[in-house]
């Protein structure tokens, strides 16, 4: 079998402490409407638990936070709440951006953002560049983004910029172009509120991501509630695609390599 176009060629390292932590902020409109509160009330609280989420992980030694907070979908929400939805946004870059920076943390925004108003688009890209040599931790907020439309806009790119790969490219030609191409794959994924689906985020990164589902809305993700999944994360065995019993055998040897070069 060649493995030549197989993500597993490359096992990554891991971790007691995940190193990409990806998490699909839902709930926020149930845990308002459970308070008697307008939905956007909840959209508000869910902009807290973003600070503590941050907090708690630069404290727990994670690397890449990775927060979906508006889908190419939502646009189909009522006029009133995308509406609020946007300034609220622009709202916290204004105020955050700049603490981002202090506290050493690279700030990044993917997604589909020519549907943005071009003031917001400016923030983005100030931000962004502001906090680019910042290599302590780097927040992604996913923003207009869909897992499909990641696919599709690198292989645009992709053929625009490399037209002689039209006959024929493979995995690491194309990951160059997807925006999450400055981070590892998730290690582990969140989706608070309750449902189990990837609702089109990360689609091709979480393939071998360790997912995590819980019922609690997203307003009441505390930091207790990231240890939870956190400690979850790591009653995982990790295989990608290998035994447990080579898992078991290369275990405190250099069998990582061994495995990986078996394959090869
Ligand atoms: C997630 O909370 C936030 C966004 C999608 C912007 P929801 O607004 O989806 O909350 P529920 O799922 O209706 O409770
Ligand atoms: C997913 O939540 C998108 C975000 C959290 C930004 P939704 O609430 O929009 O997902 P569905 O519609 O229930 O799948
Ligand atoms: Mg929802």
């Given at each position: 079998m060649s493995l030549t176009t197989s993500s597993t060629r490359e096992i990554p390292e891991t971790g007691t402490?995940?190193?990409?932590?990806?998490?699909?902020?839902?709930?926020?409109?149930?845990?308002?409407?459970s308070s008697f509160l307008p939905r956007v009330a909840g959209h508000k609280r869910g902009?807290?638990?973003?600070?503590?989420?941050?907090?708690a992980c630069v404290e727990r030694g994670?690397?890449?936070?990775?927060?979906f907070a508006f889908s190419s979908e939502n646009w189909r929400r009522?006029?009133?709440?995308?509406?609020?939805?946007?300034?609220?946004?622009?709202?916290?870059?204004?105020?955050?951006?700049?603490?981002?920076?202090?506290?050493?943390i690279c700030f990044k925004v993917i997604g589909d953002l020519s549907k943005f108003e071009p003031r917001i688009v400016e923030f983005i890209r100030n931000g962004e560049a502001l906090t680019a040599d910042n290599t302590k931790f780097?927040?992604?907020?996913?923003?207009?983004?869909?897992?499909?439309?990641?696919?599709?806009?690198?292989?645009?790119k992709m053929l625009d910029q490399r037209p002689?790969?039209?006959?024929?490219?493979?995995?690491?030609?194309?990951?160059?172009?997807?925006?999450?191409n400055y981070a590892p794959e998730p290690d582990l994924f969140i989706r608070t509120g309750g449902e189990k689906r990837i609702s089109n985020f990360l689609l091709w990164q979480l393939a071998y991501t360790?997912?995590?589902?819980t019922d609690t809305l997203w307003p009441d993700f505390d930091a207790r509630a990231l240890d939870l999944a956190i400690q979850?994360?790591?009653?995982?065995?990790?295989?990608?695609?290998?035994?447990?019993?080579?898992?078991?055998?290369?275990?405190g040897t250099n069998g990582r390599e061994i495995v990986a070069t078996r394959m090869a």
């Amino acid at each position: 079998m060649s493995l030549t176009t197989s993500s597993t060629r490359e096992i990554p390292e891991t971790g007691t402490i995940p190193r990409h932590i990806a998490i699909i902020m839902d709930g926020n409109g149930r845990w308002a409407k459970s308070s008697f509160l307008p939905r956007v009330a909840g959209h508000k609280r869910g902009v807290e638990t973003v600070r503590s989420a941050i907090k708690a992980c630069v404290e727990r030694g994670v690397e890449y936070l990775t927060l979906f907070a508006f889908s190419s979908e939502n646009w189909r929400r009522p006029t009133d709440e995308v509406t609020f939805l946007m300034q609220l946004f622009i709202t916290v870059l204004e105020q955050e951006v700049a603490k981002l920076h202090e506290n050493g943390i690279c700030f990044k925004v993917i997604g589909d953002l020519s549907k943005f108003e071009p003031r917001i688009v400016e923030f983005i890209r100030n931000g962004e560049a502001l906090t680019a040599d910042n290599t302590k931790f780097t927040l992604t907020i996913a923003a207009n983004y869909g897992g499909r439309w990641d696919i599709m806009q690198a292989v645009r790119k992709m053929l625009d910029q490399r037209p002689e790969l039209a006959t024929g490219f493979d995995e690491k030609d194309l990951m160059q172009y997807f925006s999450l191409n400055y981070a590892p794959e998730p290690d582990l994924f969140i989706r608070t509120g309750g449902e189990k689906r990837i609702s089109n985020f990360l689609l091709w990164q979480l393939a071998y991501t360790e997912l995590y589902f819980t019922d609690t809305l997203w307003p009441d993700f505390d930091a207790r509630a990231l240890d939870l999944a956190i400690q979850s994360y790591q009653q995982r065995e990790r295989r990608f695609g290998r035994t447990s019993e080579q898992l078991q055998m290369a275990s405190g040897t250099n069998g990582r390599e061994i495995v990986a070069t078996r394959m090869a």
